[in-house]
């Protein structure tokens, strides 16, 4: 067994990771400052728990992993306090994606949640579907027919000219 | 579909990539400090919270049963008279405490409160004698006249006297004539309600003493000399008092009062 990561393996993680991992969160969640805050927070967790982080084959997958349940959760959360909203006023303005990957984001925050995360660990973070499943803990077959949904569905909402632009931004 | 998923996938890597250009980062070692700073915090604030809670709930119910069950109005505390330093005396029995001449009146608190140990069978909780075994010198300060070279006091001194209702214990009445005794200059007051705020004493000015006994003469005090001056007065907070005749034999001031 190894000893729990040492700082300067953390911290030597975290300079790797820290920017592809906001690059993906932020694909599944459309919104930049919720991507970096769940990427910090997943990174203080790690922290926290080093000792079980060293038993995990890729601690980035571990990161990820954390941050992208904090994600759904914040999003979940987000959409309960919409009365706080009203009452209190639309929070502070967060970095928006640019001209060109508007529609992207925007046909990706319509599709389901479960379905736009596999097509970011699919096809952004590069994870064959048997990770995938063992990533999000259901069988290969559910990702399969997520990422086929997915798929569809985002094709209907985005043309090829879309996505050209989008990909020569 | 091939084709469409080679230029999804080319449309999200850039969009990752444009994220990654925002991203402002801070280091490691700042993730790790804020981590260890969080989890320090964790460990403080929850036994604090925990401790407070049950010293919160242990004061509310100490309260109760002080105070809730056998006061004929809700909300109206027992009658008492009390000092941080004569509970801690740990005396037993009860006894009463007459205001001197010109002292203030028991407050509505107090009007209903009659005698030690009548009512309702309980005996109420009043000072006792044995103050004056943590002030030497007990007294009702009705006046107070600053000067620059310090001040003078008016006092009465409390005298105690044998409670033939208790055997065993006596009871705090006013005795003998107005004296005056020197202030100090950099003499330390300690004042309780009603001149100060609540039954602690804390300190305060000798202007804001002067003023206050003006306000509210015959209070009782405590009294330290050094020097031939008083040094440091500490008001011992009543709350209830009994009214009771003056009576003899008042304690001994220190020399050449």
Known sequence: MRPPLAPEEFDDLYARSFHRLVGQIYAMTGNMADAQDVVQEAFMRAWDKRSQLTLTQSPEAWVRTVAGRLAVSRWRRARSGLKAVFRHGTPEAVASPGPDHAALVAALRKIPEMQRRAIVLHYLCDLPVAEVAEETGVPEGTVKARLARGRAALARYLSDDMLEEAANA | ?257
């Open chain 2, 1 to 257: 579909m091939r084709d469409w998923e080679g230029k999804f996938e080319a449309a999200l890597r850039s969009l990752a990539e444009s994220a990654r250009d925002q991203a402002v980062p801070s280091s490691g070692s700042d993730i790790r400090r804020r981590a260890e700073t969080r989890r320090r915090k964790r460990a403080f604030v929850l036994p604090s919270a925990l401790l407070t809670f049950t010293l919160a709930g242990g004061t509310a119910f100490g309260l109760t049963a002080a105070f809730g069950h056998s006061s004929p109005h809700a909300g109206t505390p027992r009658p008492t008279a009390s000092s941080p330093q004569a509970i801690a005396s740990g005396h037993a029995g009860p006894a009463t405490l007459a205001p001197g001449p010109g002292s203030r009146q028991p407050g509505p608190a107090a009007a209903g409160a009659g005698p030690a140990g009548s009512g309702n069978g309980r005996p109420a909780l009043q000072p006792l004698c044995q103050l004056t075994k943590v002030y030497p010198y007990m007294a009702y300060v009705q006046a107070v006249s600053l000067q620059p070279s310090g001040g003078v006091l008016d006092i009465i001194t409390a005298a105690c006297t044998p409670d033939p209702q208790h055997p065993g214990s006596g009871k705090l009445v006013p005795s003998g004539p107005v004296r005056q005794v020197p202030l100090a200059p950099g003499a330390t007051a300690l004042v309780t309600a009603p001149i100060g705020q609540g039954t602690k004493p804390s300190p305060i000015s000798l202007t804001q003493f002067g003023f206050g006994v003006q306000q509210h003469p015959g209070a009782l005090f405590g009294i330290a000399f050094g020097g031939g001056q008083a040094t440091r007065i500490t008001e011992v907070y009543i709350h209830g008092a009994s009214p009771s005749s003056p009576s003899a034999g008042p304690p001994s001031l220190p020399a050449g009062f």
